[in-house]
């Protein structure tokens, strides 16, 4: 089966800036694809191109192997940055005006225990609290049953909370069997939701693949983190690789455990040690020396 997205060779310039820079990638049915980059890398341009809001510079866009017809707004979702809705209607109303723009709308009932919006059905859309209003429109986006579904930074300004909810909502989409695409400058979300994530720069992807398998790529491992005063009081000569930085030593061990066992037996005081994972903020920030959050 040909992926249900392939994207080749994308390009899409603004006067001087080639604000998407051939751009090439593939999703399987089913999955999560993260675009991740810093504040104008191109992931909205991308995310546009591909909807049909924009036109492309240059490249192809395969819909289920094939060039993309009318028919193809009919099979997507969008849920967008910010959206102009009817005043004055509730939030079951606006998806009853949203359902009947379709042949085949999804069931009301659905949508609305999907998207955990029974508590404020029956309140103005206006009225909501910012994580509700996420929700109500991630269900405006399935309202046409779509197979593609694009979330574009759909957790921003989200407290912790409502952010998780989000997540959980998320989570049971895809597990509906719907293919997701999804840009956010969160590195947690990314983590939580996608199988594969595409980190942007500057228009062109630097960095492909499952958030495992980057932070493996990219990352050197698990790190202690200990003040230097303690690290200098060892009662021997550690074996374990380190590096000082300031008033800290990060040790980068093969193996945990032994490194834990080894710092013991030296009778360093490891009350004050951190363990640091990587994530993707480091694959990031080790490709790019750039802060992924500006
Ligand atoms: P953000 O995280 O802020 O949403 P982004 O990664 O989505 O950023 P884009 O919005 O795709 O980035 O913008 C990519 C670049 O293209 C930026 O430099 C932006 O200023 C520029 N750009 C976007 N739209 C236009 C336009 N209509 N005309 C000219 N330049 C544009």
């Known amino acids: 089966m040909p992926p249900i997205l392939e994207v080749r060779r994308l390009r899409k310039q603004y006067a001087d800036l080639m604000a998407v820079d051939d751009v090439s990638f593939s999703i399987p049915a089913g999955v999560c694809f993260g675009l991740l980059g810093p504040n104008g890398a191109g992931k909205t341009t991308t995310l546009e191109v591909i909807e049909g809001i924009l036109k492309p510079t240059a490249g192809d866009i395969l819909y289920k192997g094939q060039p993309r017809t009318a028919a193809f707004k009919n099979e997507i979702g969008i849920q967008f940055q910010h959206t102009a809705l009817l005043a004055m209607l509730t939030v079951q109303e606006t998806l009853q005006v949203f359902q009947s723009l379709y042949p085949a709308a999804e069931d009301l009932e659905h949508l609305v225990n999907r998207c955990q919006l029974g508590e404020f059905r029956h309140q103005r859309h206006e009225n909501i609290s910012g994580g509700q209003r996420q929700r109500f429109l991630l ?156």
């Open 139 to 294: 269900a405006l986006a399935l309202v046409n049953r779509p197979q593609l579904l694009f979330l574009d930074e759909p957790s921003t300004g989200l407290d912790p909370q409502a952010r998780h909810n989000l997540w959980d909502v998320v989570n049971q989409i895809k597990a509906d069997g719907k293919t997701i695409i999804l840009t956010t400058h969160y590195m947690e979300e990314a983590q939580q939701l996608c199988d594969t994530v595409a980190i942007m720069d500057h228009g062109r992807i630097i960095a492909q693949g499952a958030p495992e398998a980057l932070i493996r790529d990219h990352c050197e491992g698990v790190t202690v983190v200990l003040p230097r005063r303690r690290f200098t009081q060892a009662q021997g000569q550690p074996s374990l690789p380190y590096r000082i930085e300031g008033d800290t030593v990060r040790i980068l061990p093969a193996n945990i455990d032994d490194a834990l066992r080894e710092l013991m037996g030296l009778k360093i005081d490891l009350s004050e040690m951190t363990v640091q994972s990587p994530n993707l903020e480091h694959v990031f920030l080790n490709l790019t020396g750039r802060q992924l959050r500006e």
